[in-house]
């Protein structure tokens, strides 16, 4: 599948580029162990966006995987899932971290998360604060205990879980699709072992 767009993104650094409908993304982890947040939109009425309530009571599950959908707050079909090479290792409902969480869970101030780096990603496109909705985690696993608590507040990968070096997630677009990445910048909670490293990030031709 020719690849129209080939990008390494750096540790930390955010991602935007819109598909056109039948056009595939693909997320490669290239170290292993990378959380990278991600959010979808209609690309021709930005306002029709990324639904997770939509998503989760579609697909009838937290973790989304191969042939699962992304659903629009329209409840229509944005992106969907074609490959997963671990198997449903991703968030979907701890959100992205900020600046501010940092400081609100670790007391760590002035360190920045993957909410600025959506705003940058989004201003690229006259979008802003407004326009972040939860977002998926790929490559982040939230165990949720039985009594419904999260491990730790955080993203505590479980053994045997999390992404290896290589390891990717592969998206058809479904309408034509702003795609919004956050290559997680966090350093405090085990998500990136403490050390963010770079993604490959890919549009490909679909055919």
């Known amino acids: 599948m020719p690849a129209l767009r080939d990008d390494v993104v750096g540790a930390g650094q955010p991602w935007s580029g819109v598909l056109e409908a039948g056009q595939h993304l693909r997320i490669t982890d290239l170290e292993g162990r990378q959380g990278v947040d991600f959010l979808c939109y209609n690309a021709d009425n930005p306002l029709e966006r990324y639904h997770a309530p939509n998503t989760l009571k579609a697909s009838g599950t937290l973790r989304l995987t191969t042939g699962h959908t992304l659903y629009s707050d329209e409840a229509r079909p944005i992106m969907t899932m074609v490959a997963d090479s671990v198997g449903g290792f991703h968030d979907t409902i701890g959100g992205c971290c900020s600046a501010h969480s940092n400081e609100m869970l670790?007391?760590?101030?002035?360190?920045?998360?993957?909410?600025?780096?959506?705003?940058?990603?989004?201003?690229?496109?006259?979008?802003?604060?407004?326009?972040?909705?939860?977002?998926?985690?790929?490559?982040?696993?939230?165990?949720?205990?039985?009594?419904?608590?999260?491990?730790?507040?955080?993203?505590?990968?479980?053994?045997?879980?999390?992404?290896?070096?290589?390891?990717?997630?592969?998206?058809?677009?479904?309408?034509?699709?702003?795609?919004?990445?956050?290559?997680?910048?966090?350093?405090?909670?085990?998500?990136?072992?403490?050390?963010?490293?770079?993604?490959?990030?890919?549009?490909?031709?679909?055919?």
């Open 106 to 207: 670790y007391g760590v101030k002035d360190c920045p998360g993957c909410r600025e780096n959506f705003l940058a990603a989004l201003s690229d496109h006259g979008l802003g604060r407004r326009d972040i909705v939860p977002n998926v985690n790929f490559f982040c696993n939230v165990p949720v205990v039985n009594d419904g608590e999260l491990a730790e507040r955080s993203f505590v990968p479980i053994p045997g879980g999390g992404s290896h070096p290589g390891d990717h997630v592969e998206l058809r677009a479904e309408m034509r699709t702003l795609a919004v990445i956050s290559n997680c910048p966090q350093m405090n909670n085990p998500c990136n072992d403490g050390q963010p490293t770079p993604i490959r990030v890919e549009i490909l031709s679909g055919t």
